[in-house]
């Protein structure tokens, strides 16, 4: 009986012990969305960019895109961002917005992070992070369309119930546009996706301070 409370009061340090340290924010704060640095495209560059594909093509005007974009929201796109792994370090929503407009030149872009990863603070902060991209586009002529989504993961064991990844998008970026939050796969999906990474150092934990 000696033991069971002594256990028991153990066990009652340590949860004080946690919860001090996360009010004194010993753990670090979690990253957030990250910010877009850039504005639209001006309507000149717009228009200049759709010329160009029409004189090209005879009149026809192609929109390029890419209906699957994973940030550092992504567990398995954050461990590999990781400096410890030879990464740059985070990528966040801002970020893939910035590069969809200025580097790959995209005309729309959907957000597809995996949705076991997606905690409902991280599912806010994409609806919200989406509608500042799509913001900053001009509502008359946008120069880059924002769509948000994730990806559904099952993993099975068998060819027979192994239905792999598929990326579910909405149409619109309004609260009654979007679901309340990702629906995820469970079983073996997030056993894959939390532990079975063998390229993964099983110290990672340990080496990150």
């Known amino acids: 009986m000696k033991f069971l409370l002594r256990l028991f009061g153990l066990a009652l340090v340590a949860v004080a012990l946690f919860y001090g340290a996360l009010s004194l924010n010993l753990f670090g704060t979690p990253p957030g969305p990250g910010e877009i640095t850039g504005e639209g495209l001006s309507q000149e560059v717009v228009q200049k960019r759709v010329a160009q594909q029409q004189n090209a093509t005879g009149g026809d005007q192609i929109l390029f895109g890419d209906l699957h974009v994973h940030t550092t929201y992504s567990t398995d796109a954050f461990l590999w961002s990781l400096p410890l ?25 959907a957000i597809t992070d995996h949705a076991s990863a997606l ?8 609806r919200a992070a989406m509608r500042a991209c799509e913001a900053t586009s001009d509502p008359a002529n946008p120069d880059l369309i ?4 994730f990806e559904w993961t099952q ?5 027979k119930n192994h239905y792999g ?24 999906s997030a056993i894959a996706m ?3 990474i ?12």
């Open 194 to 196: 939390r532990s079975l």
């Open 119 to 126: 905690t409902p603070r991280k599912w806010d902060e994409t």
């Open 165 to 188: 990844h598929k990326n579910v998008i909405f149409k619109g970026l309004a609260d009654e546009d979007l679901v309340q939050k990702p629906i995820g796969a469970g079983g073996l």
């Open 85 to 109: 792994n030879g990464g740059s370090g985070a990528h966040p929503i801002g970020s893939a917005c910035d590069y969809a407009r200025y580097c790959a030149a995209l005309d729309f872009w």
């Open 198 to 209: 063998p390229e993964m150092p099983a110290v990672l934990g340990l080496l990150d301070a």
């Open 155 to 159: 993993v099975g064991d068998s060819i």
């Open 146 to 149: 924002s769509l948000t989504g």
